[in-house]
Structure formats: C-alpha cells, structure tokens
C-alpha cells in the first residue's frame, strides 16, 4: 500500500530529529557550542477531487525535515584564570586560519600559544586579528597572526626626567650634607645611580651636587659631578629659586658606549606644587621617579573587552600587543558548521566582515574565560519526549497497516449460493 509512504516519512524525519537532539546533548559541554531545533514540514499534497462547493479535497504525503536552525543565543561564560582563553559575549565569531590558509569562524575561544608564541585555537589554527608594532595597533591594516610569547621584549628607553619629593630639615646646621639616590636608564637600558647631595650653606640656601660613579664614565676615584647649583627656599618653607624644573644636565661619555643623557629635574608636580621642601622634619626623600626603563620580556597579557591584548614586560612596562577581531555575517542561519567548533560561510550567510569587538554590533570580549555550550537540558529533554512519541506513533501507523494489508490479502471469496 502507498500508505506506508507517510508513516515512513514521519519515521525517517523523527529519527532525523533525534539526531539533532542527541548531537545537542553530547556537546552540553561542548566551548561554545551553538544549541539546534529541527523543524518538521509536510510534503506536497495530492488532489483527489473537489467538494460539491469546488474546494480541493487533499491527501497528505507525510513530512520531512524542514530545517535545522541554530540558536546563537549567548552561553553562559565561565572564568578559567587562563590568559590565552577569551569568551564572546553578544554577536560575533573568532576569526582563524589553517595551514592551507583557508579562514574559519568560531565561537570557542579555548586558545593557547603554539612554539613560535602565535595564539592558536584547539585545532592549531592561527587566530588572526591586527598584530600591534611598537605597542600600535592598526586597526586598518591587514590582519594577521598575533604574537603572545614570552619571546617579546620591550626595548629600554632612556631616561630624560626625574624628579623627587624631599624635604631638607630646615633646623639643620650649616655645613650638614643630605644624601639621596636616583636610578636613571641609559639608552641601552643600563642603570646608573644618580646621587643627589645636598649641604645647607646658609639659611634657607642649600647647594647641590648630582654625581655619578666614576666607573660608569670609564674612571677611578671620586664621583663624576654632572651638575651643581643652589636652592633658596621661602618662609614656608617652599623653593623659591629655581622653579619648574633643572635643565642641561649632561651625561657623556659612559663606559658601555651609550648615548648622552640628557636630562631634566623636575622640581615641581603638575599643579605647580614643589617637591623639594625645607620644613623642621628629618631631611627624607618619600618618592623618586623617571621616565627611563631597562630592557624587559613579556611576563604577562590580558584581552581586554574590545579586543585589545595588553602586555605587561618585566620592566614594568605595559603595550598592545595587539587585537583579537570578530565577524559578523548578515545571515547567520546560513553558517556551514564542518567541525570543530568551526563554521565556514556559505552564499546564504554572505561573506564575513571582520572588524574590532564592542563597535558595528559586534559583542564583547572577556579575557581568561570561556562561553559554554548553550545547550538547555530540561529544553532537550522536552524534546526528546515529544520527538519519541511522535516517532512511536508512526511506528505504530506502520504496524495499523500492516495489519490491515495483512487482513485483505487474506480475504476469501465466499462461495455462491
């Protein structure tokens, strides 16, 4: 009987259907697995006739599967402490390429860093976003690999200002002499000590030596004095002669072949307020600062929300080291999942646009965390019931018309009277 088309049908899509759920349920825990829902649909319609009125009488030739949507609806995202994993948080797909050089999109940011310090996805492929020079980031240059090994440097940088928040005892004896050290960086980020002395020669007057070590300029003996002045102080305690700042200070000649230093002394802070006071307390130095910093490696990163991939150096010294971008496509439903937390774009997703998190309705990043899988249990579940009981109604429609096959091929002519 053609009947047994329709039972079939519906057998064949139910089956098709607990596939789908099954697939959901063995990646609940899935990073960044999208949940999907088949969709039933009937097939085409045959005429039989029509009613006395002239409408249609139809017969049913059973269903199929319609479609299979995803739901990219956000996972719930889970904090891991590993810097290299990054969660989505609204629209968006991680963008990676593979060795052939063909692109993927995903949504599971479970990234590490391969041997050469490129971030990779599980698979081993290249995350790709804008790699940053010298702490830049080109957000219109092409993308490429982005490098978080802790084969980075920073490179040193010499110092050029310093400055000090000190006090000289104003109840000192003429002639008492203060002492205080300041580390600067030459520009092949060596350290040398700066000594600051200083020796109240009246009231209120106070001379000053800055002197270097005579071994950092290739001599022996006595410090090698590189500049020297006098400071006058008010009633209050407060510099009066110089303000602002101490220029031309010049440091020639250093024995390791570096550049001259040339540096400046910043004697007040930014709201014009002195740093070198003369008070009756103890002469202290609290604070020292300068611009200038050693050579330094990566010691560790960050991503930030809109992508941005922060470095910190052992130098103290924090850049970008780059940025991670997300694609957003105008039809997500048309996305070809091939594997691997992988999707590839198809004519009915059109081509991906790439660009920086957080801007164009793309969503956030959260560094050192992952999204889950957005599979609902109880959801599937619900699923599952309704999808096996309509698979064991049409089970049942086949055995209903077997038996009725079975009953009129058994039929028996009764004989005549």
């Not at 440091?251 to 014009?272: E, F, K, P, Q, Y």
């Not at 599952?384 to 698979?391: H, K, S």
């Amino acid at each position: 009987m053609s009947s047994f088309s329709i039972p079939l049908s519906g057998l064949s899509a139910s089956a098709d259907a607990l596939n789908v759920i099954s697939n959901d349920l063995a990646n609940l825990n899935t990073v960044g697995f999208k949940d999907q829902e088949a969709s039933f649909e009937d097939l085409f319609y045959q005429n039989i006739g029509t009613s006395g009125s002239g409408n249609p009488i139809q017969e049913g030739m059973g269903t199929h599967i319609g479609s299979i949507s995803t739901n990219y609806s956000d996972g719930a995202v889970q904090a891991t402490g590993v810097p290299s994993n990054v969660a989505i948080t609204g629209n968006g797909f991680f963008i990676s390429q593979d060795a052939t050089g063909v692109l993927h999109y995903t949504r599971s940011g479970g990234f590490s860093e391969n041997t050469q310090g490129d971030l990779i996805t599980s698979s081993g492929d290249t995350v790709l976003g804008y790699p940053a020079v010298n702490g830049v980031v080109n957000t219109g240059g092409a993308l490429g690999a982005l490098q978080v090994g802790s084969n980075l440097v920073s490179p040193p940088s010499a110092t050029t200002t310093m400055q000090q928040q000190t006090n000289l005892d104003a109840t000192a004896a003429v002639g008492t002499t203060y002492s205080a050290p300041l580390t600067a960086y030459d520009s092949l980020g060596a350290s040398h000590i700066l000594t600051f002395n200083f020796t109240e020669t009246a009231p209120n007057t106070w001379g000053y030596q800055i002197t270097l070590p005579a071994a950092d300029t290739g001599g022996t003996g006595n410090p090698t004095v590189v500049a020297s002045g006098s400071l006058s102080f008010d009633s209050n305690g407060n510099l009066a002669s110089p303000t602002g700042s101490v220029t031309g200070i010049s440091v020639a000649g250093l024995a390791d072949g570096a550049a001259t230093m040339n540096l400046t002394w910043n004697l007040a802070n930014s709201s014009g307020g002195s740093l070198i006071t003369q008070v009756a307390s103890p002469s202290t130095t609290s604070t020292t600062t300068q611009n200038g910093y050693a050579n330094g490696t990566l010691r560790s990163y960050m991503v930030d929300a809109d992508g941005t991939i922060e470095g910190t150096f052992t130098n103290g010294q924090t850049q970008a080291l780059g940025q991670i971008v997300l694609a957003s496509f105008s039809n997500v439903q048309g996305l070809q999942a091939v594997g691997g937390d992988d999707y590839v774009p198809t004519l009915a997703s059109g081509a991906a646009v790439a660009g920086v998190p957080n801007a164009g309705g793309r969503g956030t990043l959260t560094g050192g965390a992952l999204e889950m899988s957005n599979v609902d249990i109880s959801t599937e579940f619900t699923r599952l019931i309704v999808t096996q009981r309509g698979f064991e109604a049409n089970a049942r429609m086949i055995t209903t018309l077997d038996s009725i096959n079975n009953t009129t091929t058994n039929l028996q002519a009764q004989p005549g009277n």
